[in-house]
């Protein structure tokens, strides 16, 4: 089970921190994604981490956005910064024990999801 939280509301150019965390399985071994869905927008990647620390990311947020685990917690942490309007979105938090890295983009092929949180960025 996957539990998503840190979403709100922020100004343009402002930080946020969203938390997945989960309980029940080995998060370690799991790649751990996020996504975020716009209104009348398809889901789209965000970022990844995988269980050796491999980190992943969508273009758009490149160099603006962080993603980090805590096995230890059972957490992956995705910190924002630099805010801008088009990152308003819900974001969900999904793991995977079995993906191979072509798939790690892919929201399809996550089997675990969180609940999503709302980011809005106002500008």
């Known amino acids: 089970q996957l539990q998503a939280s840190g979403g709100g509301l922020v100004q343009a150019g402002g930080s946020l921190r969203l938390s997945c965390a989960a309980s029940?399985?080995?998060?370690?071994?799991?790649?751990v994604g996020w996504f975020r869905q716009a209104p009348g927008k398809d889901r789209e990647f965000v970022a990844a981490?995988?269980?050796?620390?491999?980190?992943y990311y969508a273009d758009s947020v490149k160099d603006r956005f962080a993603i980090s685990r805590d096995n230890a917690k059972n957490t992956v942490i995705l910190q924002m910064n630099s805010l801008k309007p088009e990152d308003t979105a819900i974001y969900y938090c999904?793991?995977?024990?079995?993906?191979?890295?072509?798939?790690?983009?892919?929201?399809?092929?996550?089997?675990?999801w969180g609940q999503g949180t709302q980011v809005t960025v106002s500008s």
């Open positions: 981490i995988r269980y050796n620390g491999a980190t």
């Open positions: 999904a793991a995977d024990s079995s993906l191979i890295l072509s798939s790690i983009r892919l929201s399809s092929q996550y089997n675990y």
């Open positions: 029940g399985r080995t998060f370690s071994r799991y790649t």
